[in-house]
């Protein structure tokens, strides 16, 4: 039972244009959720959070956006660029501990 | 600071052997994590720790085993290697105030059992 859900493998934008990355999850108890950025043979490493009692949050050129209602949420990257090419992974919290659970990942390609 | 670091990076084992990962971190962080990673599937938990001398299981925690004797080590063991457990396995710390969700990874140790 995958609980947050990344339904596009992967996505390709040109240099300069917005990329959007989507994110569904079924629990209603998740009530935070982060954008992790992963390079190959390394770590994740944090982009971008939001709280549920937000529906938008920015950061730069990264922009988060959340619909409790549709339990959906949007990575948004503005403008795109060659070195953001990586694999994009969202997770959401809601249990005790900081516990994360993680979505399967979306391989994003930037092209010059 | 060195954040989250792992060891060793790269492990080949034969079927039936044992071996440990060390997750060392010295951010002072409460909790640990111990996830592996495999195509398709995301990062799964496989034990979480919420300090000094305790451990509890995440999500996939069969053929696992942790111990966290030290606040700045996390181990994760395996007893008895099996192929499925060929994957990436990454190791993550996080403060325990709950006002940040944050997880700091290390690089990961790819482990293949043949």
């Known amino acids: 039972d995958q609980q947050v859900k990344q339904n596009s493998p992967s996505l390709s934008v040109q240099e300069g244009r917005i990329s959007i990355l989507n994110c569904d999850y079924t629990?209603?108890?998740?009530?935070?959720f982060l954008w992790y950025k992963k390079y190959p043979a390394e770590g994740p490493t944090f982009l971008i959070s939001i709280s549920s009692i937000k529906d938008k949050n920015e950061d730069g050129r990264f922009t988060v956006f959340l619909n409790k209602s549709a339990k959906h949420l949007s990575l948004h990257i503005v403008p795109s660029q060659p070195g953001d090419s990586a694999v994009y992974f969202c997770?959401?919290?809601?249990?005790?501990?900081?516990?994360?659970?993680f979505g399967q990942g979306t391989i994003l390609t930037v092209h010059p | 600071n060195a954040g989250v670091t792992q060891t060793p990076k790269f492990r080949v084992l034969k079927t039936g052997q044992s071996m440990t990962l060390l997750c060392a971190q010295d951010m002072n962080h409460e909790y640990m994590y111990w996830y592996r990673q495999d195509p398709g599937m995301g990062l799964r938990l496989i034990h979480y720790?919420?300090?000094?001398?305790?451990?509890a299981k995440g999500e996939v925690p069969d053929g696992y085993n942790v111990s966290r004797l030290k606040k700045q080590n996390f181990l994760l063991g395996l007893e008895s290697a099996a192929p499925s457990q060929t994957s990436v396995y990454f190791c993550a710390s996080s403060y325990s105030n709950g006002l940040s969700y944050e997880q700091y990874f290390g690089p990961g140790t790819r482990l293949t059992v043949t």
């Open positions: 720790s919420v300090g000094e001398g305790t451990t």
């Open positions: 629990n209603s108890m998740f009530d935070y």
């Open positions: 997770a959401a919290s809601g249990t005790s501990y900081g516990k994360l659970t």
